[in-house]
């Protein structure tokens, strides 16, 4: 075949121009955009590399966004906690001026018109907002978590920053941690809060004293040996109740009487599981030795001279029997002084370790409130009624909620062992109208029952079943009652909204009857609480206790909801706006020391409000080192996302960014080959017929 001049051209400059200047577009398209290729189809390795980088970037940048978030967050709280810790060192400064004995009533109380002044410095810290959002209030960031009166408004939840894949770590720290936390390192200390003079000798009760110190005698006649007698009842930091009578003559030693109680509590000997002390003022301090738990409590009375004879009712029994029933030392007298000087209507004399202005609940002692341990009614502010026990779990040592099983709280060990069944609880006071009512709630395994004397003619009128939520609606079994089967119950009974006959049906409507006029809930530490829903001061009262409170020969409690009990010192629960505001009230009061003859009865005194200060500024600062750990973490996942943004887009670089100086070379090298091509073209261009014969 003849080569020709057509073909020739084709083959030289036709193909290699259309390569050319393909080569020459992509070039110049790299040096134009910066980028290597432009569509999937220019390198479809290329173009699978970048993409899985570019999402990689952007997942980066969430995980960056969402740390930067958080950092922010928890280095404000680390901010916030530092001036919580400076305004705690301040407070405590000032307790300690106050405690020193020698300020007048005008300089304590201004010392207490700063703390005043501190508490609500608090209270603006922990109502700190970033843009808004709060800080402290869980994941409720748009509620103001600390409201007027320091009550807790948010919740425990706590909010996450995305560290990367199944990666998080918490940035907040939560009001309920802060506010409400719980210190597991801390030891329950309770203490008594009537100062015990030495009624022979004159000044302060020691160890060394005797009983007849303590107790006087009622005709001074040291020939004659008494007997003295103390009805000690407590709760142990496990949660079991006791209950006992201490029989001792006038010679044993007050040191014989802290070591029964200790005893009581369980102290053997060889290992005890408790202190008991005496204050500067004679006060009986209990400390537990068992870290963490909240449950440690105790009450005491004393009697000396118990001659009594009859009953309340009248009846001849032995004075044993007599001595076994706590409610006949309402007919004794209680006022030493008359007993000296010959005034006192009765010879028996009875002494208070706890006073707490509580009422008694009905049929209780009447003239001796002290003497009256868990049969006291709640107490009254408005339309409200809140008993004083917390209701606390036996595993957990965490607060009951609404829907927590009584028998989780209760103490099993009294009664049928292991079962609420057979346990009976007394409900008396006044419904909101201020009618008069006398029920009892009893748990049975075969069904529990609450029944109400409507008439209070001592019969029960009418019994109602109390019905579980299963299908069939039978009644709770004892071990299944909850406490918002309980609060029903109460519910029914101060609203005087009751069932109107006995199926499941007729309990349901007068539940829902009941909350239209009152409600009855617990509170944020775990407290029964009554609110009138008609009145704004109510009428009502209630007093919730166990059966066999009064009877010294029955067992113990199973539980107690309100009670004439020992003051805290210390908790391992936290209560910070409480612990602050209880602090500043004993400076208010100008109490030095827990003390029942004025202002507050149940208040702890300047000297134990340090000791709770101190408590709380080792959570504080247990919680700030967590706050620092946290920004920390947080700091330190920020720099890493940093670097791994820079890296990752230092490789997508390499991958997909075009290298300026070798496309340029590579456009050079390009156009002189396209100017080599056109040269060679042009030249064949002008060869004659003859060059090619």
């Given at each position: 075949m003849?080569?020709t001049?057509?073909m020739?051209?084709?083959s030289?400059?036709?193909?290699?121009n259309?390569?050319?200047?393909?080569?020459?577009?992509d070039?110049?398209?790299?040096?134009a955009?910066?980028?290597?290729?432009?569509?999937a189809k220019?390198?479809?390795?290329?173009f699978t590399?970048?993409?899985?980088?570019?999402?990689?970037?952007v997942?980066i940048g969430?995980?960056?966004?969402?740390?930067?978030?958080?950092?922010?967050?928890?280095?404000?709280?680390?901010?916030?906690?530092?001036?919580?810790e400076?305004s705690?060192?301040r407070?405590?400064t000032?307790?300690?001026?106050?405690?020193?004995?020698?300020?007048?009533?005008d300089?304590?109380?201004a010392?207490?018109?700063?703390?005043?002044?501190?508490e609500?410095h608090?209270?603006?810290?922990?109502?700190?907002s970033?843009?808004g959002?709060?800080?402290?209030?869980?994941?409720?960031i748009?509620?103001?978590?600390?409201?007027a009166?320091?009550i807790?408004?948010g919740?425990?939840?706590g909010?996450?920053?995305?560290?990367?894949s199944?990666?998080t770590?918490?940035?907040?720290?939560?009001?309920?941690?802060?506010?409400?936390?719980?210190?597991?390192?801390?030891?329950r200390?309770?203490?008594t809060n009537?100062?015990n003079?030495?009624?022979?000798?004159g000044?302060?009760?020691?160890?060394?004293?005797?009983?007849r110190?303590?107790?006087?005698d009622?005709?001074?006649?040291?020939?004659?040996?008494?007997?003295?007698y103390f009805y000690?009842?407590g709760?142990?930091?496990?949660?079991t109740a006791?209950?006992?009578?201490?029989?001792?003559?006038d010679?044993?030693?007050?040191s014989?009487?802290?070591?029964?109680?200790?005893k009581?509590y369980?102290?053997n000997?060889?290992i005890?599981?408790?202190?008991?002390?005496?204050?500067?003022?004679?006060?009986?301090?209990?400390?537990?030795?068992q870290k963490?738990?909240?449950k440690?409590?105790f009450?005491?009375?004393?009697a000396?001279?118990?001659?009594l004879t009859?009953?309340?009712n009248?009846?001849?029994?032995n004075?044993?029997?007599?001595?076994?029933?706590?409610?006949?030392?309402?007919v004794g007298?209680?006022?030493?002084?008359k007993?000296?000087?010959?005034?006192?209507?009765s010879?028996?004399?009875?002494?208070?370790?706890?006073?707490s202005?509580?009422t008694?609940?009905?049929g209780?002692?009447?003239?001796?409130?002290?003497i009256?341990?868990d049969?006291?009614?709640f107490?009254?502010?408005g339309?409200?009624l809140?008993?004083?026990?917390?209701?606390?779990?036996?595993?957990?040592?965490?607060?009951?909620?609404p829907?927590?099983?009584?028998s989780?709280?209760?103490?099993?060990s009294?009664g049928?062992?292991?079962?609420?069944?057979g346990t009976t609880?007394?409900l008396?006071?006044?419904?909101i109208?201020?009618?008069s009512?006398?029920?009892?709630?009893?748990?049975?395994?075969?069904?529990?029952?609450?029944?109400?004397?409507t008439?209070?003619?001592?019969t029960?009128?009418?019994?109602?079943?109390?019905?579980?939520?299963?299908?069939?609606?039978?009644?709770?079994?004892a071990?299944n009652v909850?406490?918002?089967?309980?609060?029903?119950?109460?519910n029914?009974?101060v609203?005087?909204?009751?069932?109107?006959?006995?199926?499941a049906?007729?309990y349901?409507?007068?539940?829902?009857?009941?909350?239209t006029?009152?409600?009855?809930?617990l509170?944020?530490?775990g407290k029964?609480k009554?609110?009138?829903l008609?009145?704004?001061?109510t009428?009502s009262?209630?007093?919730?206790?166990?059966?066999?409170s009064?009877?010294?020969?029955?067992?113990a409690s199973?539980?107690?909801?309100?009670a004439?009990?020992?003051l805290?010192?210390?908790?391992?629960?936290?209560?910070f706006?409480?612990?602050l505001?209880e602090?500043?009230?004993?400076v208010?009061d100008?109490?030095?020391y827990?003390?029942?003859s004025?202002?507050?009865?149940r208040?702890q005194?300047?000297?134990?409000?340090?000791?709770?200060?101190?408590?709380l500024?080792s959570?504080?600062?247990?919680?700030h080192?967590?706050?620092?750990?946290?920004?920390?973490?947080?700091?330190?996942?920020?720099?890493?996302?940093s670097l791994?943004?820079?890296s990752?887009?230092?490789?997508?670089?390499?991958v997909i960014?075009?290298?300026?100086?070798?496309?340029?070379l590579?456009?050079?090298?390009?156009?002189l080959?396209?100017?080599?091509?056109?040269?060679t073209?042009?030249?064949i261009s002008?060869l004659?017929?003859?060059?090619?014969?």
């Amino acid at each position: 075949m003849r080569v020709t001049s057509s073909m020739y051209y084709n083959s030289l400059y036709a193909t290699n121009n259309l390569k050319i200047n393909n080569e020459l577009f992509d070039v110049n398209k790299q040096i134009a955009s910066g980028l290597k290729i432009q569509y999937a189809k220019d390198d479809v390795r290329t173009f699978t590399e970048t993409m899985r980088l570019d999402n990689e970037l952007v997942t980066i940048g969430q995980v960056k966004k969402s740390t930067e978030s958080g950092y922010k967050i928890s280095n404000q709280t680390d901010v916030v906690l530092n001036e919580f810790e400076t305004s705690l060192d301040r407070m405590k400064t000032l307790l300690i001026n106050a405690a020193n004995g020698t300020h007048s009533p005008d300089s304590l109380d201004a010392i207490a018109g700063e703390l005043r002044g501190l508490e609500k410095h608090f209270k603006n810290l922990a109502n700190t907002s970033i843009n808004g959002q709060f800080l402290f209030s869980g994941s409720a960031i748009n509620t103001k978590p600390i409201d007027a009166n320091g009550i807790y408004q948010g919740n425990d939840a706590g909010i996450n920053s995305v560290l990367g894949s199944n990666s998080t770590q918490k940035y907040n720290l939560t009001g309920a941690e802060l506010f409400l936390g719980e210190e597991k390192n801390t030891k329950r200390e309770i203490t008594t809060n009537v100062i015990n003079n030495d009624l022979i000798n004159g000044g302060i009760i020691t160890p060394d004293s005797s009983i007849r110190d303590l107790m006087g005698d009622a005709d001074n006649d040291t020939t004659t040996v008494n007997k003295n007698y103390f009805y000690i009842r407590g709760t142990r930091s496990d949660g079991t109740a006791f209950k006992v009578r201490k029989e001792f003559d006038d010679t044993a030693k007050v040191s014989d009487l802290m070591d029964e109680i200790g005893k009581a509590y369980g102290n053997n000997g060889s290992i005890n599981v408790v202190n008991v002390s005496l204050n500067a003022n004679g006060q009986i301090v209990v400390e537990d030795k068992q870290k963490g738990s909240s449950k440690l409590d105790f009450h005491m009375v004393g009697a000396v001279d118990f001659d009594l004879t009859t009953d309340e009712n009248g009846d001849t029994q032995n004075n044993d029997a007599l001595v076994d029933d706590i409610d006949l030392l309402d007919v004794g007298e209680k006022d030493y002084a008359k007993i000296k000087d010959g005034t006192a209507t009765s010879s028996l004399y009875v002494k208070e370790f706890i006073q707490s202005g509580f009422t008694p609940a009905s049929g209780a002692a009447v003239n001796i409130e002290g003497i009256v341990y868990d049969r006291t009614q709640f107490s009254k502010s408005g339309a409200e009624l809140t008993s004083n026990v917390p209701q606390i779990l036996k595993e957990t040592n965490a607060f009951a909620s609404p829907s927590t099983k009584i028998s989780e709280v209760a103490d099993l060990s009294q009664g049928t062992a292991g079962t609420l069944d057979g346990t009976t609880f007394n409900l008396t006071g006044k419904d909101i109208n201020g009618n008069s009512y006398t029920a009892t709630i009893e748990l049975k395994s075969a069904g529990s029952q609450f029944s109400i004397d409507t008439n209070n003619d001592g019969t029960v009128d009418t019994s109602y079943d109390i019905f579980n939520m299963q299908s069939p609606r039978t009644a709770t079994a004892a071990d299944n009652v909850t406490y918002q089967q309980l609060m029903d119950v109460v519910n029914m009974v101060v609203t005087n909204n009751l069932p109107a006959g006995t199926t499941a049906n007729d309990y349901d409507n007068a539940i829902i009857a009941s909350n239209t006029e009152g409600n009855t809930s617990l509170t944020y530490d775990g407290k029964l609480k009554f609110t009138d829903l008609t009145a704004t001061q109510t009428q009502s009262t209630i007093a919730l206790y166990d059966a066999n409170s009064d009877n010294f020969t029955a067992d113990a409690s199973v539980m107690t909801f309100n009670a004439n009990n020992a003051l805290t010192v210390v908790d391992p629960k936290t209560d910070f706006f409480k612990n602050l505001d209880e602090a500043i009230t004993a400076v208010e009061d100008h109490k030095l020391y827990p003390d029942s003859s004025s202002g507050n009865m149940r208040n702890q005194g300047i000297e134990n409000a340090l000791a709770a200060i101190d408590k709380l500024q080792s959570h504080v600062s247990r919680s700030h080192s967590v706050v620092g750990a946290q920004s920390n973490t947080l700091n330190t996942s920020l720099e890493r996302t940093s670097l791994l943004e820079v890296s990752t887009m230092t490789l997508r670089s390499e991958v997909i960014d075009t290298d300026i100086a070798e496309a340029s070379l590579r456009l050079s090298q390009l156009n002189l080959n396209y100017q080599a091509m056109l040269s060679t073209v042009g030249k064949i261009s002008q060869l004659s017929l003859v060059n090619y014969l």
